[in-house]
Structure formats: C-alpha cells, structure tokens
C-alpha cells in the first residue's frame, strides 16, 4: 500500500511539474487558443501599406473555415498563416486554395505565401513577438520571414 501512494505522489508532482506553464508568451499557446496577432509590416510602412495588409487580415478572417489569421508583410512577399477549424481539417486543400484564388485576385500585384500549417503559423507569431523588441532589426526579421518561407516551401 504505501508503495502505490508513493507511486501516486510521484505521479502527481510530475504531471503538476509538466504542466507549469506561466502564459506570459503568446506563441507558447498558439496552438491551443486563438491569439489574432495584428498584421505587421517588417519595414517602416505607410498608412497605406497598414490598411493594405489590414484588409487582407480582413479578408482571410471571412472564412468560416477559419478561427486565427496572421498576416506579415516583408519586403517583396506577404505571408498569411492561419489556423483552420477542428471539423474543417479534412478540406484543407479547398480552402487554401480558395484563401490564394482570392487574394491573388483581389490583389494581383503582391506576391503570397499562404499556410495552413501550424509550424509556419507559429513561427509568424514568435516573429511578431520578436518584433515588438525595439532592438530587433528590420533586417533580421526580413531574414527570418525569408526562413519561414523556405520552411514552408520545404513542407509542401
């Protein structure tokens, strides 16, 4: 007897001990909650370039399909993540391609990456925290987007 509440206590530390987290990073529950990080521009952007992106937030967060968008705009291309919903997942193929008809139609003459993968989704959003650090540099943050995008080249 006293070895299984021994048993039981270690048990509980251990799952008490796996299961610290303090929340204070966004992209640590990413994958869990919806987090609607804002669309960013790497670049110093006008308001043009903000309502721009803004509305491609807009309209990507239309699609019931879809509950988390994030949008980053780097220097030649824009990549849009987002996250697709539970009983959703089987027509993932659809509605990207869908997502990109959209876009490329409404705007032609920018450049998507456009993901439904939870990877490149989180990368964005540790890219976005990054950038909130006023001493993280534009070009670093144009390299990482670079990074990202090579990843999901890579995945597809």
């Given at each position: 007897m006293r070895k299984i509440l021994i048993t039981y206590f270690f048990?509980?530390?251990?799952?008490?001990?796996a299961c610290n987290n303090d929340g204070s990073k966004e992209s640590g529950l990413a994958l869990v909650k919806t987090t609607n990080p804002a669309p960013l521009?790497?670049?110093?952007?006008?308001?043009?370039?903000?309502?721009?992106?803004?509305?491609?937030?807009?309209?990507?967060e239309s699609f019931k399909e879809l509950y988390d968008v994030s949008v980053l705009k780097g220097k030649e291309d824009i990549l849009v993540a987002y996250k697709v919903r539970h009983m959703q997942r089987f027509h993932m193929k659809k509605i990207e391609k869908k997502i990109k008809k959209l876009l490329e139609d409404k705007y032609s003459q920018e450049n998507f990456i456009v993901s439904s993968d939870y990877k490149i989704f989180l990368e964005a959003v540790k890219l976005e925290e990054k950038l909130k650090d006023p001493t993280y540099s534009t070009e670093k943050a144009e390299k990482r987007l670079q990074e990202i995008i090579k990843l999901k080249k890579e995945l597809t």
């Open positions: 048990v509980i530390v251990t799952l008490l001990c521009s790497l670049e110093k952007s006008t308001k043009k370039e903000l309502d721009l992106i803004g509305a491609i937030e807009q309209d990507v």
